[in-house]
Antibody, heavy 121, light 112 residues
Framework: EVQLVESGGGLVQPGGSLRLSCAAS????????VHWVRQAPGKGLVWVSR????????RYTDSVKGRFTISRDNAKNTLYLEMNSLRAEDTGVYHC??????????????WGQGTTVTVSS | DIVMTQSPVSLPVTPGEPASISCRSS???????????LDWYLQRPGQSPQLLIY???NRASGVPDRFSGSGSGTDFTLKISRVEAEDVGVYYC?????????FGQGTKVEIK
């Protein structure tokens, strides 16, 4: 079964750090773009970052540039999001989602259940 | 960044009746390959988002054929031919033309 399972969320103080993980099964993440999307409580979806499956290039939304780092471990078939200098506005549920494969575009067709990050003192 | 605007924000629907959601982008989503990079997602209450439509008009695997997507340039529409109770939730359009990907604010569909 094709699946993504996030972990690593929790309560952290402003200025603190967290590392989120997204374990993939049923497919190889190195063959796909993979994204992080977050959702603040009661709010809409916001794209955070992605890593390209082929060349590992990365992109970020402006509000997290310089603070968040997306990476993957192909051997573990796992995606990561290293989050530093966390702010209250980073609070929310973080989902990983599978994007385009090496060829073609088929939307973000697999989503994890999400992991909750709460930034508060 | 490309701004995505959905309407309406809230949509009360009657089971068995059709429903339609509009999505407008601040610039054309047409890429040089001839495709419009516009997706539709549904987030049911308490669940993760799920893909409904990609490239403006292609239904994702397993999506019922009562869902259809259309549009071009900057104007797109998601239609539900006959609403069912399981269709309640928040619908989002998202542009996949360029980074950062951007979502519409969402349309909450609820049963009357």
């Amino acid at each position: 079964e094709v699946q993504l399972v996030e972990s690593g969320g929790g309560l952290v103080q402003p200025g603190g750090s967290l590392r989120l993980s997204c374990a993939a099964s049923g497919f190889t993440i190195s063959s796909y773009w993979v994204h992080w999307v977050r959702q603040a409580p009661g709010k809409g979806l916001v794209w955070v970052s992605r890593v390209n499956g082929v060349d590992s290039s990365t992109r970020y939304t402006d509000s997290v540039k310089g603070r968040f780092t997306i990476s993957r471990d192909n051997a573990k078939n796992t995606l990561y999001l290293e989050m530093n200098s966390l702010r209250a506005e980073d609070t929310g549920v973080y989902h990983c989602a599978r994007g385009r494969p090496q060829g073609g575009y088929y939307g973000m067709d697999v989503w994890g259940q999400g992991t909750t990050v709460t930034v508060s003192s | 960044d490309i701004v995505m605007t959905q309407s309406p924000v809230s949509l009360p629907v009657t089971p068995g009746e059709p429903a339609s959601i509009s999505c407008r982008s601040s610039q054309s989503l047409l890429y040089s390959d001839g495709y419009h990079y516009l997706d539709w997602y549904l987030q049911r209450p308490g669940q993760s988002p799920q893909l409904l439509i990609y490239l403006a008009s292609n239904r994702a695997s397993g999506v019922p054929d009562r869902f259809s997507g259309s549009g071009s340039g900057t104007d797109f529409t998601l239609k539900i031919s006959r609403v069912e109770a399981e269709d309640v939730g928040v619908y989002y359009c998202m542009q996949a033309l360029q980074a950062p990907r951007t979502f519409g604010q969402g349309t909450k569909v609820e049963i009357k």
